[in-house]
């Protein structure tokens, strides 16, 4: 494997179903689920894990005699926009209260948290009051550090303690980093924030280069097999970029794209847009199909084993689609869909949407 690609996903390793599913489960978790779940164990049983806009931190279980049971909930200091990540009996998650926080699984419990940044003092609405929200992953690195985008990126042990802050001088006050942060294979990290600016650091902390985007960047980043880097932003453009930080080429659509971008069979590039449309790229740029919904997209699609996409958007609908751009099947959800959706490995679809509800298809 190259050592610049990051480790696979979990997510990935499932196949979704190809013909309309039917739904296993539903449950009503209270308030907005904008994060993606994310798989893990709770009492040694599969379950799905994500985090609310009402500060709840749950888990539901994915199959059994408890399926679509709510098998943990913890009650975090405030919303929740990031995806968790999770390693063995722990899942790191952030919250808009700043904090980063080690959830264990087997407990249930809270393990520790931890405050980030330098933004004490009373809310206030807009980019200064969401400045050190901690919605940027984590990214689980190769050595099991924990990567963190918030006033900046931090560099944090599995137990809580920072490792390092990008930017390390104290003075700078560093944008918002909404995006979640990508972890090459040899440590590289990749990440772009709201100022407008993708860096390329190293595993210490050190820039290594900056590409100015002049727009913010939302969305996570990938790395293909080429070695190319792949990233959207609020300027409506994939840009695709050399390991060294110079530009290969950039695709414009019609307005934002903030979500991730994803990677699928022969080097194909999928990026979603609130205009509306998925976008299906060759690794050159070159388009090679467009696929429009009715609404605006802000989940990431998700590719399975097979290279078939699945992704929601704001028209309130399912969709998931072959990889030459045929639509295999749409369902109606009645609710915006902004989560992406995680992929089981026996094939079950897990999404949530903005009407609270998490979701389970076969």
């Known amino acids: 494997m190259d050592p610049r690609r990051p480790r696979p996903r979990r997510t990935d ?6 013909q309309e599913p039917k739904e296993l489960w539903d449950r009503d978790l209270g308030a907005v689920v ?5 798989l893990g164990k ?8 994500v985090g609310t806009h009402a500060g709840r931190f749950i888990g539901v279980a994915l199959g059994g005699s408890r399926a679509g049971e709510i098998v943990l909930d913890v009650t975090l200091g405030g919303m929740v926009w990031a995806t968790a990540a999770v390693a063995g009996n722990r899942a790191y998650v952030g919250a808009d209260d700043d904090t980063l926080y080690a959830i264990d699984l087997e407990k249930q419990a809270i393990a520790w948290t931890l405050k980030l940044g330098n933004c004490d003092g009373a809310r206030v609405p807009g980019p200064e009051g969401a400045r050190c929200d901690a919605d940027g992953g984590p990214t689980i690195a190769p050595d099991g550090d924990l990567i963190l985008g918030a006033d900046g990126v931090y560099r944090i042990s599995p137990e809580g303690q920072i490792r390092w802050h990008y930017p390390a001088d104290a003075s700078i006050q560093a944008k918002h980093v909404f995006a979640a942060p990508l972890v090459a294979g040899d440590g ?15 595993a210490d902390g050190a820039m290594q280069w900056t590409y100015s985007i002049r727009a913010d960047v939302d969305g996570g980043p990938a790395l293909g097999d080429n070695g190319a880097i792949y990233v959207g932003a609020d300027d409506g453009r994939v840009h695709a970029l050399r390991t060294d930080g110079s530009l290969r080429w950039s695709f414009v659509a019609q307005k934002d794209i903030r979500s991730a971008i994803a990677l699928g069979e022969a080097g194909a590039v999928y990026a979603t847009s609130f205009d509306g449309n998925l976008y299906a790229l060759s690794a050159g740029g070159d388009v090679k199909w467009v696929l429009p919904t009715g609404g605006k997209i802000h989940a990431t699609p998700v590719v399975d084993a097979a290279g078939n996409i699945f992704f929601g958007s704001q028209d309130e ?5 072959s990889p030459r751009g045929k639509v295999l099947w749409t369902l109606e959800l009645g609710a915006d869909i902004d989560s992406s ?6 094939g079950t679809l ?9 979701r389970a298809f076969r």
Not at 34 to 38: E, L
Not at 188 to 202: H, M, R
Not at 341 to 346: E, F, G, P, Y
């Open 42 to 49: 709770v009492g040694g049983e599969g379950a799905a894990l």
């Open 341 to 346: 959706v995680a992929i089981t490995d026996d």
């Open 350 to 358: 897990v999404v949530g949407c903005d009407d609270g509800h998490l």
């Open 34 to 38: 904008f994060a993606s779940p994310a």
């Open 188 to 202: 590289t990290i990749y990440v772009g924030g709201q100022d407008g600016l993708f860096l390329s650091l190293s």
């Open 317 to 321: 609908r399912l969709y998931a689609v």
């Open 13 to 18: 390793e499932g196949q979704g179903p190809t």
